[in-house]
């Protein structure tokens, strides 16, 4: 898969580096430069095939009525992804170009979630408008219905005929079976136990320790892969980048 092309527009050195340094620990992402005004940053876009653009809505010249970045309206690349130290800002921003918003200092979690917006629109067809909100998950939960985020799901573990589903908000425990829900959630899950499903997207690292494949996710919790299941996450990887 090709990398993801991005270019940052901020005029905060301290900001843009921090920034820069989560998304260098991608290798599926691509940081093309960094800019500190308007000028460098259309330079950037019309030379550059960029995917993505982090943008602070504080940059010089940003709102001036000759500037036009990609209309959020129209599927066309770059995705501009909007950041400030002000969450007033970020209605302006989504209203006119930016599909995300990121308070800073831009946290990990909150990249994360993003990114993973992103590359789901990035491969969709060129005729389908976006929507920057976050693929659903739905539960049954007694007599309500639990709906929870995909980004925000870290695994999914089994006890019998009940599942916890751990996210990065808490846990939840539903009346299910792995057997049933497995089919109905996206390919970013997968089984690494008979017990035990995960969300590539939050998968650190893997290693080996006497003998025994390891997952580590963004948490810092840390399973097993068992031998039955080595086969299925190996080819998986390469598409998910590792927190």
């Not at 995917?51 to 066309?76: A, E, H, I, M, N």
């Not at 829900?181 to 035990?196: A, E, G, K, N």
Request: hydrophobic share 45%; charged share 20%.
């Amino acid at each position: 898969m090709s990398p993801v092309n991005i270019v940052i527009a901020d005029a905060e050195p301290d900001a843009a580096r921090q920034l820069g340094q989560l998304i260098d620990t991608y290798p599926n992402l691509q940081l093309l430069g960094a800019c500190a005004d308007l000028p460098d940053t259309l330079k950037a876009l019309r030379c550059e095939s960029v995917d993505l653009l982090f943008v602070d809505c504080q940059l010089p010249g940003l709102w001036g009525q000759s500037v036009r970045l990609p209309d959020k309206t129209v599927t066309q690349k770059p995705l501009c992804v909007a950041m400030s130290h002000s969450e007033q800002d970020a209605f302006q921003a989504i209203a006119h170009f930016a599909f995300s918003f990121l308070l800073k200092p831009v946290g990990r979690p909150e990249l994360a979630k993003v990114l993973l917006n992103a590359h789901s629109l990035l491969l969709q067809s060129p005729h389908h408008l976006y929507s920057p909100y976050p693929l659903k998950i739905w539960f049954a939960r007694g007599h309500e219905v639990l709906a929870l985020d995909e980004p925000g799901v870290l695994m999914i573990q089994a006890a019998g005929n009940y599942l916890c589903i751990h996210t990065t908000g808490g846990n939840y425990v539903v009346r299910d079976t792995l057997k049933a829900v497995l089919p109905r959630l996206p390919r970013s899950f997968v089984q690494i136990h008979r017990s035990t499903l995960i969300n590539l997207h939050h998968l650190r690292s893997m290693s080996m320790r006497k003998g025994v494949l390891i997952a580590e996710l963004s948490d810092h919790s840390v399973l097993p892969v068992s031998r039955r299941f080595r086969t299925l996450i190996e080819p998986l990887l390469r598409d998910f980048p590792l927190q």
